[in-house]
């Protein structure tokens, strides 16, 4: 049997190809806050090198583009925050309309989820990122994150629903987004249609991400060369591994992969 490694060889010597990769859990470890979170050692190096040898790569992210830029240089790519509202590439910036249709409905709904868990519960340690187009309620660092999640989701879904917005979840974290399908799915299918790919790597970790394997199936179908690669842990929503073509078991294990993979692009090319 074929390794990870040689699995997303075969996809990226095709041409034109295009990596594209999460951020957190895959280049990164998942970490206490959002702002604590860095790139794991050696994943901008192997980033920047594939793209030097591929038709586009880049980053899909929950983030905003800002939010990596902290992390990583990101000049050299693309980088698609805001789990597809928000894009950055070669140096220009550009936002969805449906995120921007929903900035307001958004700040109306992280204050009002604030306004009626704090009366419910202890809320030491959540934290309230609101990244315009989206946002994400993180309550990782409470006490009792199972108690929490049981209080917002009747907080949550409702309040969604009545301001046209979608609610998404995932590790520990419970997400605002506009209605319209904008996804990280979609993502894929525009930078696929955009650069005119022929053979796409995506890699992710958690449920948003299962939305890119999805359309990297129906892509397959239709006659490109996708490979979807999950990083699963213990703390992993199942449909990642169910969804996902290959599987690697941490995030220094794909750093290690794609590190190699970078490495032999770079011979290849030499
Ligand atoms: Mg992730």
């Known amino acids: 049997m074929s390794t990870v490694r040689d699995r997303m060889l075969e996809v990226l010597t095709s041409s034109p190809a295009g990596f594209f990769s999460d951020f957190d859990g895959v280049l990164s470890e998942i970490a206490p806050t959002p ?3 860095f790139a794991y ?5 192997a980033l920047r090198t594939i793209s030097h040898h591929v038709a586009a790569a880049g980053i899909i992210t929950g983030r905003a583009v800002d939010s990596v830029a902290t992390m990583l240089p990101i000049d050299d790519y693309t980088v698609v925050g805001n789990h597809g509202l928000e894009w950055w590439e070669k140096g220009s910036r550009t936002d ?3 995120g921007v249709r929903a900035i307001e409905a958004i700040n109306h709904v992280m204050s009002e989820t604030q306004r009626q868990i704090e009366g419910a519960i202890d809320t030491e340690g959540m934290i309230w990122e609101n990244k315009l187009l989206s946002s994400t309620v993180h309550f990782r660092n409470t006490a009792d994150p ?4 049981s209080a917002l989701l009747p907080i949550v879904v409702p309040l969604a629903e009545e301001n046209d917005l979608r609610v998404t979840f995932g590790k520990m974290i419970v997400e605002f987004r506009p209605k319209e399908h904008v996804s990280k799915g ?14 796409v790597v995506f890699a992710g970790d958690d449920v948003t ?7 990297l199936a129906e892509m397959r179908q239709q006659g490109k060369h996708t490979l979807s690669v999950g990083v699963v842990t213990v703390d992993s929503h199942p449909d990642v591994a169910i969804y996902a073509d290959v599987i690697v078991p941490s995030v220094g294990e794909f750093i290690q992969t794609i590190t190699e993979v970078a490495a032999i692009l770079e011979d290849q090319h030499a």
Request: hydrophobic share 40%; aromatic share 2%; charged share 30%.
């Open 35 to 37: 702002e604590s979170a």
């Open 41 to 45: 050692p050696g994943a901008a190096e």
């Open 146 to 149: 199972a108690t929490v999640e």
């Open 209 to 215: 991400d299962v939305d890119g394997f999805r359309s």
């Open 96 to 98: 969805h309309p449906a």
């Open 186 to 199: 979609t993502a894929l299918v525009e930078l696929i249609r955009k650069h005119d790919l022929q053979a």
